[in-house]
């Protein structure tokens, strides 16, 4: 993360009750700092006005042709521009240098800062949403725990640090989204919707970049393997890559690097979890699944009073939570060299995606259409493979192969889960692969 700078700029010339005006580049308006600190945006016509109200003189002296407004509007375009002016995730409000660009950051996070004492509620929360099971034991919470420890850790200290996706996975109705408002609150109290663009259906992602919490919520899920692998593609940036491009309507595009922590809540039906992307080998360090259980509220939340008197309540544990939360030490065998902890996969979860994988779902068409009774191996391309499915199982092909290539890929992902059983040699530039029956 850059260290923020007092960059040399030239000094204002202003009046001394004119507060620092700064030229946006990109969006070609003037930015001014109100009293209370926000920073209000101004076409020329609006800053000029300001100005006019600053003292400066609005037309030329006598003999000269441009005017003390004209040079200082020169003057800012020229001296104070920088390439960038709005909320920064993870970054103070201020001026900062980011590969070599000047930067206006114009809000600060609003972290809650930690101080001994209880919690009862969250913690009974907690302890709903991740019960000791026979299986896994008590590890859900702790990892849970030691995961917003690692992220409000280095959010807190402004220090880069990757962190994985963090996937909750129960039924409607258990507390899911409810947890990922607490991280809000945890990681600075902005947050961000990021399914859009990490699913490839638009291109634009600046509103990601003014929050620290990127939420995907019981999205509509989708089949699509392009769909789904986008996502995963797009999960592996944010939560490793040292930066970001921000893509803005009518803008130029820019790298930064802003601080992001990733939450994904889905329900647990086969078609809700399908929002999640195929968990493959390089993806797999990058998430973490959850198994979710419904928690018990702690106070009543029927009515809109109800719930605003248990937000205040929770809200007022949030000092208390982060105190123990930085206290929480990471057991030997969760620490990760790079993501402070490991990634954790509940099995019941991951079983549930390897069910819905469309590669799996490809297998059992294979299995069940191209292997006779003596069970001879099969040869061709995976166009010759698409062409021969979809004539013996026309409806279930078409679900299942939904994309071009969708054969070729789907193959090259049951070669690596089963080695034994597929495999291609190539023949005049393509690829001819060879596929056994399953053994007796």
């Known amino acids: 993360m850059s260290t923020v700078s007092k960059y040399d700029l030239p000094p204002q010339e202003a009046g001394p009750q004119m507060p620092p005006i700064y030229y946006d580049a990109a969006t070609k308006e003037y930015l001014r700092q109100a009293e209370d600190g926000s920073w209000l945006r101004f076409a020329e016509t609006g800053i000029r006005r300001e100005l006019k109200l600053a003292g400066i003189r609005p037309k030329p002296k006598e003999g000269e042709f441009v005017s003390d407004m004209d040079r200082e509007i020169s003057r800012l375009t020229l001296t104070r521009n920088v390439a960038y002016a709005a909320p920064l995730a993870g970054y103070s409000a201020g001026l900062i240098e980011e590969s070599g660009r000047r930067i206006l950051v114009t809000e600060s996070p609003r972290l809650i800062e930690p101080q001994a004492g209880p919690w009862p509620m969250l913690d009974a929360i907690l302890r709903g949403l991740f019960p000791a099971e026979e299986e896994t034991g008590d590890v859900q919470r702790t990892v849970f725990l030691c995961w917003l420890k690692v992220a409000f850790s280095a959010l807190r200290a402004r220090r880069r640090q990757p962190g994985q996706a963090l996937a909750l996975a129960g039924p409607p109705g258990s507390g899911k989204t409810l947890l990922q408002t607490v991280i809000t609150w945890a990681l600075g109290g902005r947050h961000a919707r990021p399914y859009r663009y990490m699913s490839g259906l638009t291109g634009f992602n600046s509103?990601?970049?003014?929050?620290?919490?990127?939420?995907?919520?019981?999205?509509?899920?989708?089949?699509?393997?392009?769909?789904?692998?986008?996502?995963?593609?797009?999960?592996?940036?944010?939560?490793?890559?040292?930066?970001?491009?921000?893509?803005?309507?009518?803008?130029?595009?820019?790298?930064?690097?802003?601080?992001?922590?990733?939450?994904?809540?889905?329900?647990?039906?086969?078609?809700?979890?399908?929002?999640?992307p195929p968990i493959t080998e390089?993806?797999?360090?990058?998430?973490?699944?959850?198994?979710?259980?419904?928690?018990?509220?702690?106070?009543?939340?029927?009515?809109?009073?109800?719930?605003?008197?248990?937000?205040?309540?929770?809200?007022?544990?949030?000092?208390?939570?982060?105190?123990?939360?930085?206290?929480?030490?990471?057991?030997?065998?969760?620490?990760?060299?790079?993501f402070g902890v490991r990634e954790f996969h509940h099995p019941e979860i991951l079983e549930a995606l390897g069910d819905i994988a469309p590669e799996r779902r490809l297998l059992y068409l294979i299995d069940r259409e191209l292997f006779g009774p003596m069970g001879e191996p099969w040869q061709g391309t995976a166009e010759e493979l698409e062409h021969e499915l979809r004539s013996k199982a026309p409806a279930e092909a078409a679900r299942t192969i939904t994309w071009s290539n969708a054969v070729g890929s789907y193959l090259g992902l049951l070669r690596k889960s089963r080695p034994k059983r597929f495999d291609y040699r190539r023949t005049n530039g393509e690829r001819v692969w060879t596929i056994h029956p399953m053994s007796p």
């Open 282 to 338: 390089d993806l797999a360090d990058k998430i973490t699944l959850l198994r979710v259980k419904r928690a018990a509220m702690p106070m009543p939340t029927q009515t809109n009073e109800e719930r605003e008197a248990f937000r205040l309540a929770l809200l007022a544990e949030m000092p208390g939570f982060l105190h123990s939360v930085l206290h929480t030490e990471i057991p030997h065998d969760l620490a990760s060299q790079r």
């Open 207 to 276: 509103e990601l970049f003014a929050a620290e919490h990127l939420i995907v919520d019981d999205e509509a899920a989708s089949r699509d393997g392009r769909i789904r692998a986008q996502f995963g593609a797009t999960m592996k940036q944010i939560t490793v890559a040292d930066g970001a491009r921000c893509e803005k309507k009518y803008c130029d595009a820019i790298d930064l690097r802003p601080f992001w922590r990733l939450t994904i809540s889905v329900n647990d039906e086969p078609d809700a979890l399908a929002v999640l």
